[in-house]
């Protein structure tokens, strides 16, 4: 070993270390002692100072070179050494004095890590609080952005409300007129559409080419057996253009529409009589019967017209002849009365009047005493019909202006002359919907649906007047069921109306509400019993069924919406499920904070539900952090809890559990 000052603060040590690799060479330097270790070699070296050295100084070099390990240590204090190690002790005593010297070496190290330790949780709460004091400026930053933007948006919003108001009003107000029945609705659709129902398609014979086999009624299979085929089955006698014989023949039609008016079928009855009139034109029966078909579906326009057909052919033959044909001259004799009674119901009591006084005059045998006595009873009546027509078009007009009261009195009267028509009672049941007197309103519209139920079944191939009016009954009918919370037979109703007109968005709409509400109702119910389930303790029974409720709700019912989602969290909370537990809590609280951004929705609504919104937030807030205690993310919780306590600083529970993060953050 060579040993030598290199000035008064070095000491330069050299060891003859043969070759090694420096990897294999463990050294450590104390104030009093150095330890050498060769492990290739199997040797340790101790040197022992007579005077402290300065072990932790970065000045200290260790190099091997030619087989020779050469430390450069530098001295606590500077001067010249008489001798590398103190020469009076005793070998124990520089043993016990170098134990002492790597001790005390020990103990700064450990000190030394300690102090890094805690520089290190220092450091890191000290990062921690800058990033929530910015975070905390971001979001107040944010939150003042939003609120000048919902601002600005509710002045541009609200500027024109007024206008929106009033349009709204003229909307409705149209919209009211609409429901409003008067008798130019039936002459107006009836002028527009004249063949509603399309006539039948008549059959023809269609020629299929194909290989004939040699047997034609025996199976291929079997055709190689020398038995006699089958005989072919016989061909119906055809008509001309192709047609079987019995249903080209218009008085078989004429007959075969007899039946459907017997059975009640008046379209399908409509549907035979226009198949034997185009087959025989001159087949007067037929379209006799067919005016009384039209009749018995509210379609007078069609009706008119047939009993005109039956007038102008009666009246182009001679006297004697129609006279001499006592069948005729009763069917003309029945087309003048049915078309003034078709007048009569179309509003038209003056010309009703003159043909009905026409007819009784008329000195034809055919008219009876028996029809005279029924023209006077119906002349007798028609003052009746004409006065209570005047007052339903008084209500009329007093209901499109608005003048429910006046309207009401008008159609009260209406009634109490006559016994009415089915366009009184029906706007009548409007005005009551309006009034919001939904059992008189109810009451009303199945009066006259049963009225109307005794011509017969309405369809989507009805007459488009007849049609429209029952769907508009059906329709309000829907809405009492709604309002008096009758949704079934709700459903029902408007479901029976889209039969009848099945692309009306009105009905959609309506339809769409009533599922709605039953959707809701069946949440209800099933949250009930996911919630006695949660009190049982039965939190893995639970889970599903509102898991099942929360498909099934809408984000728009925001409180029930967020109710289910916080008993969500908290089954998974009991079932230790705390990932899940934060990502339900982070759902909520996404949907509670988007609520709040919805300007339009924010002035409409009420303080205690913003209040129930908050008590929302602070149960997420809480839960959540709860969580994060439990999956060690210690910061995040405490974050949670502080601004939970922001939006309820009186809260003493979210105070303590705030103060126990503290306690274990140190």
Not at 170 to 180: A, L, Q
Not at 277 to 297: F, G, K, V, W
Request: hydrophobic letters at 35%.
């Amino acid at each position: 070993m060579c040993i030598r000052d290199r000035d008064t603060n070095t000491l330069f040590l050299a060891f003859k270390v043969g070759t090694v690799n420096k990897k294999n060479i463990d050294i450590e330097i104390c104030d009093l002692a150095l330890k050498v270790n060769l492990r290739e070699k199997n040797k340790v070296i101790f040197v022992d100072f007579l005077k402290p050295v300065d072990h932790s100084n970065k000045g200290n070099t260790i190099v091997v070179i030619d087989e020779f390990l050469k430390l450069t240590i530098i001295k606590h204090e500077g001067g010249k050494w008489e001798s590398l190690s103190p020469q009076d002790l005793s070998k124990d005593d520089l043993r016990k004095r170098r134990d002492e010297s790597f001790a005390r070496k020990e103990e700064e190290q450990r000190k030394l890590l300690e102090k890094k330790k805690d520089l290190k949780i220092e450091y890191d709460r000290y990062a921690t609080t800058e990033q929530m004091r910015l975070d905390s400026q971001e979001r107040e930053l944010i939150a003042g952005r939003k609120a000048a933007e919902k601002q600005k948006a509710e002045d541009e919003i609200f500027r024109d409300l007024n206008e929106r108001a009033e349009f709204k009003k003229e909307k409705e107000k149209r919209s009211d007129d609409n429901d409003i029945f008067g008798e130019e609705d039936l002459v107006k659709e009836s002028e527009i559409i004249d063949n509603v129902v399309p006539g039948v398609r008549a059959p023809t014979a269609m020629k299929l080419e194909f290989t004939e086999k040699i047997f034609p009624n025996m199976a291929t299979r079997e055709t190689h057996f020398t038995e006699a085929p089958l005989p072919k089955a016989r061909k119906p006698v055809t008509g001309a253009q192709g047609e079987k014989q019995e249903t080209g023949n218009p008085l078989f039609l004429k007959e075969k529409g007899d039946n459907f008016m017997k059975n009640g079928d008046f379209l399908s009855a409509i549907n035979a009589y226009d198949s034997a009139q185009r087959r025989d034109p001159n087949l007067i029966e037929a379209i006799s019967n067919r005016s009384m078909a039209h009749m018995r579906l509210f379609d007078y326009e069609s009706a008119i017209r047939d009993c005109e057909v039956i007038i102008r052919f009666t009246e182009g033959m001679p006297k004697e002849q129609r006279e001499s044909d006592e069948k005729l001259e009763k069917m003309y004799i029945k087309a003048r009365l049915r078309k003034a009674v078709c007048l009569t119901w179309k509003g038209l009591a003056d010309e009703a009047t003159s043909q009905l006084k026409a007819l009784a005059e008329d000195p034809s045998k055919q008219v009876t005493q028996e029809i005279k006595a029924a023209i006077e009873l119906e002349l007798s009546n028609l003052k009746e019909r004409i006065e209570a027509n005047r007052l339903k078009l008084l209500g009329d007009r007093a209901l499109m202006r608005g003048d429910l009261a006046d309207a009401e009195r008008k159609y009260e009267g209406a009634l109490n002359v006559s016994e009415g028509s089915e366009q009184v009672l029906a706007n009548l049941s409007l005005l009551k919907l309006k009034k919001g007197e939904f059992v008189r309103s109810l009451a009303l519209l199945e009066r006259v649906l049963a009225r109307v139920a005794k011509f017969g079944r309405v369809s989507s191939t009805s007459p488009a007047p007849h049609r429209r009016f029952v769907f508009k009954l059906l329709l309000r009918q829907a809405r009492c069921l709604l309002e008096l919370k009758s949704l079934r037979p709700a459903l029902d109703a408007v479901n029976e109306a889209l039969t009848l007109e099945e692309n009306d968005e009105e009905a959609k709409g309506l339809k769409r509400t009533i599922d709605k509400e039953l959707t809701l109702i069946e949440i209800e119910e099933k949250k009930g019993n996911a919630v006695q389930l949660l009190k049982n303790g039965e939190w893995a029974q639970a889970l599903p069924i509102f898991d099942e409720c929360i498909k099934k709700s809408a984000e728009g019912e925001v409180l029930g919406y967020l109710a289910l989602l916080a008993n969500k969290a908290l089954c998974h909370a009991r079932l230790q499920q705390h990932d899940e537990v934060t990502a339900t809590c982070l759902r909520g609280l996404t949907l509670i904070r988007s609520n709040r951004q919805r300007v339009v929705s924010l002035a409409k609504v009420a303080k205690d539900h913003d209040e129930k919104l908050k008590q929302h937030e602070i149960r997420f807030l809480v839960r959540r952090a709860h969580a994060y205690v439990q999956l060690g993310q210690a910061y995040s919780a405490k974050s949670d809890l502080e601004e939970a306590l922001k939006l309820d600083p009186s809260n003493n529970e979210i105070k303590a559990d705030i103060d126990g993060l503290k306690q274990a953050l140190g």
